[in-house]
């Protein structure tokens, strides 16, 4: 197979695991046969300072021609002015909105290697195995701001339509797994969540009746996350929910550097990333964990490219070089950690021999 595969590196450590994620898929390319092609493009703080634009026309063009995009992280203190009139993160946002990513698939299933990294009891943490799906393109991170000196607001605002998409594809999801979705609001507070518990509600009734359907309020599913994780499924909720929701499940996997993410919509193109920052506080030292971006590569394999075998594949090889005790420093017992490069050889040499 032929594959185009836009690289927007970013900003900290996003060059780093990109790299990592980038020979991983020449790996299998080789062992495959397959010819993918990487286009290099700038975006969020390194678009900035190059072009003054946190998302270039170029980048945008590119991404959109591709068959698939692979993203490393934006940010860092450098662009953090609060009077800075272009942002890193409005590069991320402007890109999955002008791709129509609107639902963002977050798996969680922690591995046995690396229970010793979560502060979760391992007796909680045995089968888990959960997918978030976040809406992307709406909510309060796409609604009005205003700000006057003592004031500020952020608008929340959903659509029917923006509502059912994001559970149609949660309930595909739910009946290729175990068939149970569980939908997050604050439907006792907040009028947008009204409208998605009634509309999640209807969808499920109507399309998806096999789906069996349960509501949570986000603060008492933030608590069952952590006390009762095994009896999840899959979990859809609006955008700024599963962003604070997945830093947690995070978690349960042992670090923010094992989950990695796909952000799809009706569209051909996919955007893959890990669920990471860019991590400044560990950028250009080599040692930032690339197993989220990796396994956003398998994501990529699978759900953009239709290469089920080759995901499993560099699924199969992450899981081993944990259960070999190949960690970073996020993962590992102090002095016995590996660097970006030596993981990323690891997952390599595991999947050249194993698959
Ligand atoms: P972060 O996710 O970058 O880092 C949080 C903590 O986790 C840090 O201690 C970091 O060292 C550690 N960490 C994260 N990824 C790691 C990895 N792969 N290996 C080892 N350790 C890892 O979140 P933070 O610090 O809140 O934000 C830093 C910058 O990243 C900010 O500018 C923020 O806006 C941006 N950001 C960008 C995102 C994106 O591009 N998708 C998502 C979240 C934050
Ligand atoms: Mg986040």
């Known amino acids: 197979m032929h594959a185009d595969i836009?690289?927007?590196?970013?900003?900290?450590?996003?060059?780093?695991?990109?790299?990592?994620?980038?020979?991983?898929?020449?790996?299998?390319?080789?062992?495959?046969?397959?010819?993918?092609?990487?286009?290099?493009?700038?975006?969020?703080?390194?678009?900035i300072d190059a072009t003054g634009e946190a998302l270039p026309a170029a980048t945008l063009?590119?991404?959109?021609?591709?068959?698939?995009?692979?993203?490393?992280?934006?940010?860092?203190?450098?662009?953090?002015?609060?009077?800075?009139?272009?942002?890193?993160e409005?590069?991320?946002?402007?890109?999955?909105?002008?791709?129509?990513?609107?639902?963002?698939l977050r798996p969680v299933a922690p591995?046995?290697?690396?229970?010793?990294?979560?502060?979760?009891?391992?007796?909680?943490?045995?089968?888990?195995?959960?997918?978030v799906v976040r809406e992307l393109t709406g909510g309060v991170y796409f609604g009005r701001r205003e700000r006057s000196d003592d004031r500020a607001s952020d608008l929340c605002e959903y659509t029917v339509a923006e509502i059912e998409r994001v559970v149609r594809r949660a309930c595909e999801l739910a009946r290729a797994r175990r068939g149970r979705l569980t939908s997050v609001d604050k439907a006792n507070v907040l009028e947008t969540s009204r409208l998605w518990r009634e509309?999640?509600?209807?969808?499920?009734?109507?399309?998806?009746p096999d789906v069996e359907l349960e509501h949570q309020l986000v603060d008492s599913m933030a608590m069952h996350l952590l006390a009762k994780p095994r009896e999840?499924?899959?979990?859809?909720t609006e955008n700024m929910f599963g962003d604070i929701l997945t830093d947690?499940?995070?978690?349960?996997?042992?670090?923010?550097?094992?989950l990695p993410s796909a952000s799809l919509g009706e569209g051909r193109v996919g955007l893959y990333e890990p669920i990471h920052g860019s991590a400044p506080d560990i950028a250009g030292r080599g040692i930032a964990n690339p197993y989220a971006a990796i396994l956003s590569a398998a994501?990529?394999?699978?759900?953009?490219?239709?290469?089920?075998?080759?995901?499993?594949?560099?699924?199969?090889?992450?899981?081993?070089?944990?259960?070999?005790?190949?960690?970073?420093?996020?993962?590992?017992?102090e002095g016995r950690a590996v660097s970006t490069r030596e993981a990323t050889i690891a997952v390599i040499d595991r999947l050249q021999h194993d698959c």
């Open 61 to 88: 063009e590119a991404a959109r021609r591709a068959d698939a995009v692979l993203l490393g992280a934006v940010g860092g203190p450098k662009w953090s002015d609060p009077r800075a009139s272009v942002r890193p």
């Open 299 to 333: 994501l990529l394999l699978r759900h953009s490219l239709g290469l089920d075998a080759e995901a499993a594949c560099v699924e199969d090889a992450v899981a081993g070089v944990l259960e070999a005790g190949v960690f970073t420093a996020d993962l590992a017992a």
């Open 232 to 236: 999840y499924d899959v979990i859809v």
């Open 111 to 131: 591995h046995p290697a690396a229970f010793g990294a979560s502060p979760i009891k391992p007796h909680l943490l045995n089968g888990v195995d959960l997918l």
């Open 248 to 258: 947690e499940a995070s978690m349960l996997a042992g670090s923010l550097g094992l």
């Open 199 to 208: 509309v999640t509600t209807r969808v499920v009734r109507e399309e998806y």
């Open 90 to 104: 409005q590069g991320l946002l402007a890109i999955r909105a002008a791709l129509g990513l609107f639902a963002n």
């Open 6 to 47: 836009v690289v927007l590196p970013g900003d900290g450590i996003g060059p780093e695991v990109t790299a990592a994620a980038v020979q991983v898929l020449l790996a299998v390319a080789k062992r495959y046969g397959h010819a993918f092609h990487f286009n290099e493009h700038l975006i969020g703080g390194a678009a």
